[in-house]
Nanobody, 119 residues
Framework: QVQLVESGGGLVQAGGSLRLSCVASGSILSINSMSWYRQAPGKQRELVATITSGGSINYADAVKGRFTMSRGNAKNTVYLLMDSLKPEDTAVYYC?????????????WGQGTQVTVSS
């Protein structure tokens, strides 16, 4: 069993910063990729950033230059540093992992953490 747990959300003024964390735990053989998604009220969940097992990182156009994804040395923890936050960044942010725990790779999701940016 694999679990993803996010933390670090909160309320911040426009222009401010927040750092989200996501820790993957359980029976993990390998991590193929880890991603951050977000879902604003009334909107579809959208991809924010992805880091592959090799360390390549890709960002959505809406966050390029403002958000930075990174991971810890153990590679089971990822971070999302969000700078220059805008009200439109308000959403529930989810961590997603494509993780091999036994034989096959499965997709796992965290429970989400709320980020609210006030104008």
């Amino acid at each position: 069993q694999v679990q993803l747990v996010e933390s670090g959300g909160g309320l911040v003024q426009a222009g401010g910063s927040l750092r989200l964390s996501c820790v993957a735990s359980g029976s993990i053989l390998s991590i193929n990729s880890m991603s951050w998604y977000r879902q604003a009220p009334g909107k579809q969940r959208e991809l924010v950033a992805t880091i592959t097992s090799g360390g390549s990182i890709n960002y959505a156009d809406a966050v390029k230059g403002r958000f930075t994804m990174s991971r810890g040395n153990a590679k089971n923890t990822v971070y999302l540093l969000m700078d220059s936050l805008k009200p439109e960044d308000t959403a529930v942010y989810y961590c997603r992992g494509v993780i091999t725990s036994t034989t096959f790779a499965y997709t796992y999701w965290g429970q989400g953490t709320q980020v609210t940016v006030s104008s």
